[in-house]
């Protein structure tokens, strides 16, 4: 946990979101750590993400301190599509909408307009990305789908060998209108 502090849900309304930058790289990096059941990827590996795909990342501050971030990219065969590969909210964040208002700030994003579908792999047991994806397709008023992950066989963990892909879309450009708002 970095902060060590409980937070009401009024101060999450506080949070500013910006891309990621090199001089993140040590916050995600720690965050992950305190974030199971994320698999902790090397630094080299984050800052590859802060320094190529800024523009489909997002971190959350609170208090100038990284407290959440999604690590995303858009698969070059399918640009209208965000893959989000990581991402977390530091424990005294959780449940105050922090993760939903990161989707709804990369959604709003004037350069990422042609993204119509979000797409993550999930392990079912993760309740709590579970209920994110589906309370995403909720207020996009769309389809939340899942299909088995082709590769899910080569993991030795039981989570990721579990895991599914999820895929939330068609997303509307009126839907990212009205939940960039
Ligand atoms: C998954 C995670 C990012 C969600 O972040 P969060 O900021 O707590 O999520 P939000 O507060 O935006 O909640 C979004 C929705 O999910 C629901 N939700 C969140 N956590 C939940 C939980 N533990 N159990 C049930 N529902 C939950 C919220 O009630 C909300 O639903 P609503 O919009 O219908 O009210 C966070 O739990 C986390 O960092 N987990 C560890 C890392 C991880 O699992 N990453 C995802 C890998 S795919």
């Known amino acids: 946990m970095l902060t060590g502090k409980i937070v009401k849900p009024e101060e999450a309304g506080r949070l500013s979101f ?7 790289v040590s916050a995600i990096h720690a965050l992950v750590k305190c974030c199971a059941p994320l698999d902790v990827n090397s630094r ?4 590859s993400f802060c320094e190529h795909f800024a523009s489909t990342c997002v971190v959350a501050e609170a208090n100038g301190v990284v407290i959440a971030f999604i690590i995303a990219y858009s698969p070059p065969e ?3 599509t965000l893959f989000i590969w990581q991402m977390a909210v530091d424990q005294p964040f959780r449940q105050c909408g922090v993760a939903k208002q990161m989707l709804r ?6 350069h990422l307009k042609r993204i119509r579908n979000i797409e993550a792999t999930v392990s079912p047991s993760n309740a709590a990305a579970c209920a994110l994806f589906h309370s995403l397709a909720r207020e ?3 389809f939340l789908g899942k299909s088995l992950l082709s590769a899910a066989t080569m993991f ?3 989570h990721h060998k579990q895991s599914k892909l999820i895929r939330v879309g068609p997303i509307n450009s009126i839907s990212k ?3 960039g708002r």
Do not use: Q
């Open 156 to 158: 030795d963990e039981a």
């Open 44 to 47: 080299f590996c984050y800052l």
């Open 78 to 80: 399918r640009r209208d």
């Open 18 to 24: 910006r891309s990621p930058d090199v001089g993140d």
């Open 105 to 110: 700030n990369l959604l709003s994003l004037h």
């Open 140 to 142: 996009c008023n769309t």
């Open 177 to 179: 209108t009205l939940i």
